[in-house]
Protein backbone atom coordinates (compact mmCIF):
# COMPACT_ATOMS: atom_id res chain seq x y z
CA UNK A 1 0.00 0.00 0.00
CA UNK A 2 1.60 3.14 -1.15
CA UNK A 3 1.88 6.63 1.27
CA UNK A 4 -1.15 8.44 -0.31
CA UNK A 5 -3.47 5.35 -0.23
CA UNK A 6 -2.68 4.84 3.73
CA UNK A 7 -3.18 8.55 4.26
CA UNK A 8 -6.40 8.26 2.04
CA UNK A 9 -7.08 5.25 4.21
CA UNK A 10 -6.33 6.90 7.39
CA UNK A 11 -8.54 10.43 6.23
CA UNK A 12 -11.68 7.94 5.55
CA UNK A 13 -11.29 6.41 9.31
CA UNK A 14 -11.30 9.73 10.50
CA UNK A 15 -14.75 10.57 8.67
CA UNK A 16 -16.21 7.59 9.56
CA UNK A 17 -15.47 7.42 13.17
CA UNK A 18 -16.32 11.01 13.82
CA UNK A 19 -13.21 11.30 15.87
CA UNK A 20 -13.22 14.20 18.41
CA UNK A 21 -11.42 17.22 16.83
CA UNK A 22 -8.01 16.98 16.73
CA UNK A 23 -5.38 20.00 16.73
CA UNK A 24 -2.48 20.14 14.78
CA UNK A 25 0.63 22.59 14.83
CA UNK A 26 1.63 24.63 12.25
CA UNK A 27 4.09 22.73 10.89
CA UNK A 28 1.65 19.78 10.77
CA UNK A 29 -1.09 21.42 9.24
CA UNK A 30 1.55 23.07 6.65
CA UNK A 31 2.70 19.31 5.69
CA UNK A 32 -0.92 18.32 5.62
CA UNK A 33 -2.07 20.98 2.65
CA UNK A 34 1.26 20.69 1.21
CA UNK A 35 2.37 24.14 1.97
CA UNK A 36 5.16 25.81 4.03
CA UNK A 37 3.91 26.78 7.80
CA UNK A 38 4.40 30.65 6.18
CA UNK A 39 1.95 30.25 3.22
CA UNK A 40 -0.47 28.62 5.99
CA UNK A 41 -0.19 31.72 8.28
CA UNK A 42 -0.69 33.86 5.18
CA UNK A 43 -3.82 31.98 4.47
CA UNK A 44 -4.93 32.49 8.24
CA UNK A 45 -3.92 36.34 8.33
CA UNK A 46 -5.86 36.47 4.91
CA UNK A 47 -8.91 34.25 7.13
CA UNK A 48 -8.76 31.53 4.64
CA UNK A 49 -8.32 28.98 6.91
CA UNK A 50 -9.83 28.50 10.10
CA UNK A 51 -7.34 28.19 13.57
CA UNK A 52 -7.74 28.09 17.37
CA UNK A 53 -5.40 30.12 19.91
CA UNK A 54 -4.35 27.47 22.78
CA UNK A 55 -3.00 29.69 25.09
CA UNK A 56 -0.03 31.71 22.86
CA UNK A 57 0.13 28.21 20.34
CA UNK A 58 -1.77 28.17 16.99
CA UNK A 59 -3.58 25.32 16.33
CA UNK A 60 -5.52 24.04 12.88
CA UNK A 61 -8.52 21.55 13.33
CA UNK A 62 -7.58 18.49 11.41
CA UNK A 63 -10.59 17.40 10.76
CA UNK A 64 -10.94 21.27 8.75
CA UNK A 65 -7.69 20.51 7.02
CA UNK A 66 -9.52 17.03 5.74
CA UNK A 67 -12.44 18.82 4.55
CA UNK A 68 -10.52 20.97 2.76
CA UNK A 69 -8.13 18.43 1.07
CA UNK A 70 -11.48 16.61 0.27
CA UNK A 71 -13.34 19.98 -1.42
CA UNK A 72 -10.08 20.32 -3.66
CA UNK A 73 -10.00 16.99 -4.79
CA UNK A 74 -13.54 17.14 -5.91
CA UNK A 75 -13.04 20.28 -7.74
CA UNK A 76 -10.29 18.69 -9.46
CA UNK A 77 -12.61 16.12 -10.52
CA UNK A 78 -15.03 18.32 -12.04
Not at 9 to 38: C, Y
Not at 49 to 68: A, D, K
Request: proline share 3%.
Amino acid sequence: MSGSQIQSSNEQQLFENKIEPMWASTKVAAALLGISPNALRIRKFRGQIECRYFGNQLRFNVNYIHSLLRETREERKE
